[in-house]
């Protein structure tokens, strides 16, 4: 269990209302990801972030934003809600070890009428 | 040409058959491969871990990497229901911080062992 947490687990919105999915982890790590995952598409990268404050974009970032104020809150905003962005959205955390290893949390399902 | 390439499937297999699943993938620079299993409307859970080529054993599963080839395989014996789920290969390149070059994902391949 690597101690990621995320809510909320399920939502219905309307297209141009603002979203904010929370991904909360407990072991202090420090590179912390969102992906999106879509049939046909698999997961694609959105943003990630490798410190408090400090975040990037990934490969489909248009129409994401986030923020990083504590080492174990991530939060991803959809600023105005499209139906493109119907998806599961999944936050990660690198382990410990340099390898790359990826550690997932159990998804935020999200459904844009 | 994508960088990650894996048959979707379904692949369906009676109970106790050997199961094999396979990643091609154009990019050299990748040296540390991964297998990640996935269940219906759950996050994918990491299932083994290799560096650079060869083979790893763990129970039931076994990770071979080619790289002279750029091909990837995870066999499982002694098949499971339990083993139906979506199976993704991942792979990264050389570690240099963590970030953007974490990983690149397979679409996955749906698994069904039938009982």
């Known amino acids: 269990d690597a101690g990621i947490t995320q809510s909320p687990r399920h939502k219905v919105t309307e297209t141009g209302t603002p979203v904010t999915l929370r991904c909360h982890q407990t072991?202090?790590?420090?590179?912390m990801y969102w992906y999106r995952q879509d049939p046909g598409h698999g997961l694609r990268l959105i943003h990630y972030s490798y410190g408090v404050k400090d975040t990037d974009k990934g490969e489909v970032s248009d129409g994401y934003s986030v923020s990083r104020s504590k080492t174990e809150d991530f939060l991803l905003t959809l600023e105005s809600a499209t139906s493109s962005q119907t998806s599961v959205y999944f936050c990660a955390i690198k382990g410990t070890a340099n390898t790359g290893e990826l550690f997932f949390g159990e998804g935020s399902r999200l459904t844009v009428l | 040409q994508k960088e990650v390439e894996q048959d979707p499937g379904p692949l369906s297999v009676p109970e106790g058959a050997i199961v094999s699943l396979n990643c091609t993938y154009s990019?050299?620079?990748?040296?540390?491969f991964m297998w990640y299993r996935q269940y219906s409307r759950k996050g994918p859970e990491l299932l083994m871990y290799?560096?650079?080529?060869g083979n790893k054993e763990d129970g039931r599963f076994t990770a071979q990497v080619d790289k002279s080839s750029k091909y990837i395989s995870l066999f499982i014996r002694d098949s499971q229901p339990s083993d139906s789920a979506t199976y993704l290969c991942?792979?990264?390149?050389?570690?240099?911080?963590?970030?953007?070059?974490?990983?690149?994902f397979g679409k996955g391949t749906h698994l069904i062992i039938q009982p």
């Open positions: 990019n050299s620079a990748f040296q540390y």
């Open positions: 290799t560096y650079s080529s």
């Open positions: 072991e202090n790590h420090r590179y």
């Open positions: 991942a792979m990264s390149g050389t570690y240099s911080g963590g970030g953007a070059d974490g990983l690149t």
